[in-house]
Nanobody, 115 residues
Framework: QVQLVESGGGLVQPGGSLRLSCAASGIKFSIYTMGWYRQAPGKQRELVATLTSGGTTNYADSSKGRFTISRDNAKNTVYLQMNNLKLEDTAIYYC?????????WGQGTQVTVSS
């Protein structure tokens, strides 16, 4: 059974930082492309960042320079370090695991940026 469990969300002021974590089980983590997506109220789910098994990263324009995706294959965990958070970063953040033509999703973690 595949499980992706996100953690680390919360309430933060503009300009603050958060680090999200996603612990995976039930997959051969090291071969999967891991990613973070987000969905704000009334909007479609959108890419935040992805990281392939080979270490190639892809960031949305809105994430570049502020967010960093990383992974620890020994811990089956992917991270998203978010710095200089803005009001428009408020959303539910979802972890994604893509491999063997199957895309798994976590339940999401809420990130709220508010003063």
């Amino acid at each position: 059974q595949v499980q992706l469990v996100e953690s680390g969300g919360g309430l933060v002021q503009p300009g603050g930082s958060l680090r999200l974590s996603c612990a995976a089980s039930g997959i051969k983590f090291s071969i999967y492309t891991m990613g973070w997506y987000r969905q704000a109220p009334g909007k479609q789910r959108e890419l935040v960042a992805t990281l392939t098994s080979g270490g190639t990263t892809n960031y949305a324009d809105s994430s570049k320079g502020r967010f960093t995706i990383s992974r620890d294959n020994a811990k089956n965990t992917v991270y998203l370090q978010m710095n200089n958070l803005k009001l428009e970063d408020t959303a539910i953040y979802y972890c994604s695991a893509l491999g063997n033509l199957i895309n798994y999703w976590g339940q999401g973690t809420q990130v709220t940026v508010s003063s």
